[in-house]
């Protein structure tokens, strides 16, 4: 499928034990979901319509279930599958790997990047979400990792963010 980087939002954000370490409160997840779900609202009514997802445990799958909740409201909502390898959630939690499969079936499209796992597949699937959106949804306070690196891409290519944590913590 051709994806048109044009009106189309990318997710990027940590998985839930980082985003749940010590002192932050487990009702987080629930203001992530909100501050979500207004955004992705906004953003409909700014013409957005394809939401890629790199699908990994944490924020990728939380946002992709938001991304499904609007569809069933607006039946344009595309969401798509940004898969670094095929095997990619071979190691979730049963409960991740259960959610992960059910949001599988309800992608518009699938984008399979590798068959297999290769060192740095998951650095390819940050680039190519980057080079696949015109915006950035992410959860991001300033831990190293694969969600710094594409905040630190998209940034690099002139891509607006949007920072959950920010809005959420009032840093913006």
Same mark, same amino acid.
């Given at each position: 499928?051709?994806?048109?980087? /044009?009106?189309?939002?990318?997710? &990027?954000?940590?998985?839930?034990?980082?985003?749940?370490?010590?002192?932050?409160?487990?009702?987080?997840?629930?203001?992530? $979901?909100?501050?979500?779900? &207004?955004?992705?609202?906004?953003? /409909? =009514?700014? =013409?957005? $319509?394809?939401?890629? *997802?790199?699908?990994?445990?944490?924020?990728?799958?939380?946002?992709?279930?938001?991304?499904?909740?609007?569809?069933?409201?607006?039946?344009?909502?595309?969401?798509?599958?940004?898969?670094?390898? $095929?095997?990619?959630?071979?190691?979730? *939690?049963?409960?991740?790997?259960?959610?992960?499969? *059910?949001?599988?079936?309800?992608?518009?499209?699938?984008?399979?990047?590798?068959? #297999? /796992? +290769? #060192?740095?597949?998951?650095?390819? $699937?940050?680039?190519?979400?980057?080079?696949?959106?015109?915006?950035?949804?992410? +959860?991001?306070?300033? #831990?190293?990792? =694969?969600?710094?690196?594409?905040?630190?891409?998209? %940034?690099?290519? =002139?891509?607006?963010?949007?920072?959950? +944590?920010?809005?959420?913590? %009032?840093?913006?």
């Amino acid at each position: 499928m051709e994806i048109e980087r /044009y009106k189309t939002v990318a997710f &990027t954000g940590y998985r839930t034990h980082k985003i749940l370490r010590p002192g932050i409160p487990v009702a987080v997840l629930e203001n992530i $979901r909100c501050e979500l779900k &207004t955004v992705l609202r906004k953003l /409909y =009514g700014e =013409g957005y $319509r394809v939401f890629l *997802s790199g699908m990994a445990e944490g924020f990728d799958l939380l946002a992709a279930e938001e991304v499904l909740l609007l569809k069933r409201e607006f039946s344009d909502v595309k969401l798509i599958g940004v898969l670094p390898f $095929r095997k990619q959630a071979l190691k979730y *939690s049963r409960s991740d790997r259960e959610r992960y499969e *059910s949001i599988l079936k309800e992608c518009s499209f699938v984008e399979l990047l590798s068959e #297999q /796992y +290769y #060192q740095g597949c998951y650095f390819a $699937r940050n680039d190519f979400l980057v080079e696949h959106c015109s915006v950035i949804i992410c +959860y991001y306070d300033g #831990q190293k990792g =694969g969600t710094e690196y594409t905040v630190k891409r998209a %940034g690099e290519a =002139g891509i607006p963010v949007i920072n959950l +944590y920010d809005k959420i913590f %009032g840093l913006f």
